[in-house]
């Protein structure tokens, strides 16, 4: 069975939702080719990978806040609107998405769990038609209760009430797959891969998720990463499903991290 938190929302809740057509605001998160082909009715298409952010120094923090603000309002997110995401599956984008509004402080938002392929599979209906966007003045006051940056993890690797947890592949984390200019990873980073999280599209029951990060206690903080901040979105959005308090996602990522030659690698 999914699990159905606050966070996550089943395809037939959102099918109701959208018959009465309140002011709910569904985020179509794939690229506009696949959404073009087919997608929830009434849904809006962000494609989210346009927004890596490689740079967590102050200045760049500032960047990412202005920049993502801009692009909430377009999407016409106000204060009272209740926002669901989705992609394929309960992957990356829509997990960053929901993050997103999190560090936003808007608690107005779940992930369709499943996706659109299991939307499709459940036999509900599909549009093709491109909705448009409808401006609104996105505000949201920023938590930093759930974003890191590259000085805070700096500091977290010696410190033994931190975990933090790399949710890259075992080839990235072990450095023979290289994506930056450096390989390997934070030094006392676990490694579990986000891929894990998932299976038959929904996200894993309790249960399983529980044994999955079994190693990380739940008074820690946690900080997660990946290459860009979408991996580590999803896994994020699972340690909060299991009630962790205190989860932060380390947005730079290894995007950040390992193309400063400043930083501590293993």
Known sequence: MPILLDLLISSQDLYK???KQDNTIVIDARSFSEYKN?????????????????????????????????????IGIGKESNVVFYDNVSGISAARGVWLLLYFSHQKVRMLDGGFEKWKKEKFPVEVKTNQLRNA??????NSKVIADAAEVNKSIRN?????????????????????????HIPSAVNIDWNRNIER?????????????SKIPKNSQVITYCQGGYRAANAFLAL??????????????????????????E
């Not at 298409?45 to 923090?61: A, C, E, M, V």
């Open 160 to 184: 033994k009430s931190v975990k933090i947890v790399d949710v890259r592949s075992r080839e990235e984390y072990a450095g023979s797959h290289v994506r930056a200019a450096r390989r390997g």
């Open 137 to 142: 003045r996105f505000i949201g006051k920023t």
């Open 17 to 19: 939702i959208i018959k």
């Open 240 to 265: 909060k499903i299991l009630g962790y308090k205190n989860v932060k996602m380390y947005l730079g990522s290894w995007g950040e991290w390992g193309n400063r030659l400043d930083l501590p690698v």
């Open 38 to 74: 087919g997608h929830v009715p009434g849904a809006l298409n962000i494609d989210l990978f346009q927004l890596h952010w490689f740079d967590t120094s102050k200045r760049g923090i500032k960047d990412f806040n202005r920049q993502s603000r801009l692009l909430l309002s377009n």
């Open 201 to 213: 599209y929904v996200f894993k029951s309790k249960q399983k998720l529980t044994k999955i990060y």
